[in-house]
């Protein structure tokens, strides 16, 4: 069986080349196709196989400023022409599952979200410009829009990271998705029961992962937060800190692992689409005080659900909201034991991923060759 990976981009290693991964793995003879591919900056299974990119490739600046392209994008994944294929596995958060595939071939897509700068998201990334920069930005929205929605045709069977993105697949493009939670890979984290007397954010530094509320919260408790990441905000961010906010830029593995292990709770201030993040704090035994929005419903257990609580929720994006609520995790902190929160992070394990998700590919492809639409019999997974 010839099998072809799709992805939007390579230019770092994020939730999304971590699923990427995982299905190199499975086909490690599939060729891979991106719009653009920087060297070096994701694993070597990726790396290690042929890679195709798009014309975005050879446009000025395209491995850095990739983003700017983003109205060509829809263009350049239709020209990337797939001949003699019979399996196309997109992975998508932009415009990944509107490839072309062959007439012959199953195209299964696992979805990361739908493309959030013009669904959900539109304000927080496009909606701020003002005068003739605001005109085209809406035009280009509108046009991209409508390009998402009648190119999801082109998918014959959906998985989402979460139910949170299932919803939005059902919404904007009117299709069933199955559900496989993305993969954390819990080997890299462990739990040794010490907890420091820090709480922690992890995270880039964009508008919407609001940062600042973590920092505007504990300003005046005087409790000390530790704030990992980087981004264009950073200066804004630095500026709101006082004497008990510590800003330690991006870590290696090692060292964010330590820094997740001893953490008395990880900040979780934004809504994402699923959020590795929490799953990689539980990993290490930390619990997770998180918004009560997307993806972190599905992954952090409260107390008072018959189940061993993981973290707790606040309900409003207010600084008032999040001290609140660390306040009732100090009085209750007896509830959270560190080996039961790592025990629930191991079934969101990449092991557990791998298996779903092979399982799903060969079960929808057995499907459709029954229906005779490919020659191929059973993949080898």
Known sequence: MKVALVHDWLTGMRGGEKVLSVLCECFPSADLYTLVHARGTVSKTIESRRVV?????????????????LPLFPMAIEGMRLKGYDLVISTSHCVAKGIIPPANALHICYIHTPMRYVWDMYHEYLGSRRGLSSLLARAVAHYLRIWDASSSGRVDHFIANSLNIARKVKRYYGREAEVIHPPVDCSKFSSNGKKGEYYLVVSAFVPYKRV??????LNTSGRKLVVAGKGPEEKKLKKLAWANVEFTGWKTDSELARLYQGARALIFPGEEDFGLVPLEAMASGSPVIAYGRGGALETVVPPGTGRNATGLFFVEQDPRAVMEAVSVFERSGSLFRPDAIREHALGFDRTVFKEKLSKSIEARYLEFTRNGYAKKAQPAL
């Open 212 to 217: 600042d509320l973590a920092i505007k919260a």
């Open 53 to 69: 990119t798009s014309f975005i490739q050879k446009l000025p600046f395209a491995k850095k400023a990739y983003r700017s392209y």
